[in-house]
């Protein structure tokens, strides 16, 4: 079966950086765009980026245009978001999802189980 396994959260300060890593599994993953989505507590599941299915393009939630780098890597079956200048109000369970028909969370077709990203000021 498809699963996406997340890695890379944790709790940082304000101005740190992370990067997460999505590992692919059970999916012809270089077929499909992939990308990001996070949810705060008491908040819907947002768009945050996603990357073409060949990397050549990619798109990003306004808030995180020029903090954030979606890339992939279909080699290896993996997608990665680099997280700079990181800000209290990014904290917050970050997906990873692959085959995305749009920005909308109900057009995703394959999740993750999230990790969690926790900034401090």
């Known amino acids: 079966q498809v699963q996406l396994v997340e890695s890379g959260g944790g709790s940082v300060q304000a101005g740190d950086s992370l990067k997460l890593t999505c590992k692919s599994s059970?999916?012809?993953?270089?077929?499909?765009?992939a990308g990001w989505f996070r949810q705060a507590p008491g908040k819907e599941r947002e768009f945050v980026a996603a990357?073409?299915?060949?990397?050549?393009?990619?798109y990003y939630e306004d808030s995180v245009k020029g903090r954030f780098t979606v890339s992939r890597d279909n080699t290896k079956d993996m997608v990665f978001l680099q997280m700079e200048s990181l800000k209290p109000e990014d904290t917050a369970v970050y997906f990873c999802?692959?085959?995305?028909?749009?920005?909308?969370?109900?057009?995703?077709?394959?999740w993750g189980q999230g990790t969690q990203v926790t900034v401090s000021s």
């Open positions: 059970g999916l012809a993953f270089n077929l499909y765009m």
């Open positions: 990357v073409s299915w060949n990397g050549g393009s990619t």
């Open positions: 999802a692959a085959d995305l028909l749009d920005y909308r969370a109900d057009a995703v077709n394959y």
